[in-house]
């Protein structure tokens, strides 16, 4: 997980960037990804928008400079929990687990993908890809970086149910047209003869395809878009020769439907 870890967009300074013009008057950046403020050190960013962190590192040196007297992190893989803990004098060194991602190893071939499902799993994809199939509806696969496209995945974001819905405010939306304009993000939608149905908000590099976030049209739930729409992910990232698909944090069942495999992630205090 290391490599996969350090490939991810999240420990980018580019990405990081985004979080520095957030932060409190009062505190301070260290290494670029950790921010100071009454003594306690965190890292840059809220976590429900970070999957994977940088490995905070942070020497006995620092924490006398900055008079630091607590360490906070999350989103941590078993690895970086390690290699923290060789770094630091502590008089106590709390690890708990957090949240999980799941992520999904792609064969060379998509046949071999669908045979690696369980039996359960592989009939149930193609249940619902039948579904989808017999609307007619030409379903293609688009990948997109354009203003019409970012739109259409706003407004499909709008108009979920429920805390999803609720979360592309303004300030969300003005987040994501700033990533989108980074390297390596981008939309895949899945178009058809009535519209896109759903899209896929995702950073792409040579070795892994990292989900962050989704849409669909709830009208045309009933079709499985947003199953169709990952299907088709999946068998262009394997045309590609790409070596992973990442669906980050959280344990929906439709990940682990897929094959996923889960990733667990520690918090680790430092005092």
């Known amino acids: 997980m290391k490599e996969h870890v350090n490939s991810s967009p999240f420990v980018q300074s580019e990405f990081l960037n985004l979080f520095t013009q957030n932060i409190s008057s009062n505190s301070v950046v260290i290494n670029d990804h950790l921010e100071l403020n ?3 050190v965190t890292q840059l960013g809220d976590r429900n928008l970070i999957d994977y962190r940088p490995t905070p590192f942070i020497s006995n040196k620092d924490v006398e400079k900055f008079n630091i007297s607590k360490l906070q992190f999350d989103s941590l893989s078993y690895f970086q929990v390690v290699e923290i803990e060789k770094l630091l004098n502590y008089q106590s060194f709390k690890v708990t687990k957090s949240d999980v991602g799941v992520f999904l190893l ?17 009939h149930e994809l193609r ?10 509806l030409d379903g293609t696969l688009v990948e997109s970086s354009s203003v019409e496209s970012f739109k259409i995945f706003i407004d499909q974001h709008k108009l979920s149910q429920g805390e999803k819905g609720d ?7 003005n987040y994501f047209a700033q990533l989108l304009s980074l390297k390596g993000w981008k939309l895949y939608t899945l178009n058809s003869s009535i519209g896109v149905l759903s899209s896929a908000f995702v950073y792409e590099s040579q070795q892994g395809c990292y989900l962050y976030n989704s849409s669909k049209n709830p009208k045309f739930d009933k079709l499985n878009p947003g199953i169709v729409l990952v299907d088709l992910i999946i068998q262009h990232l394997i045309t590609k020769q ?3 698909f990442d669906f ?10 897929f094959g996923g495999t889960s ?6 205090e430092i005092i």
Request: net charge positive; proline share 2%; aromatic share 16%.
């Open 38 to 40: 009454g003594g306690v």
């Open 242 to 244: 790409i070596f992973y």
């Open 167 to 173: 979360f592309m405010n303004q300030e969300m939306e």
């Open 248 to 257: 980050l944090k959280g344990t929906e069942r439709y990940k682990y439907d």
């Open 127 to 136: 249940r619902k890809k039948r579904i989808f199939q017999d609307e007619n």
């Open 263 to 268: 990733h667990q992630l520690y918090d680790v």
């Open 106 to 122: 792609l064969p060379d071939n998509y046949d071999d993908y669908v045979n690696n499902l369980s039996k359960k799993k592989r």
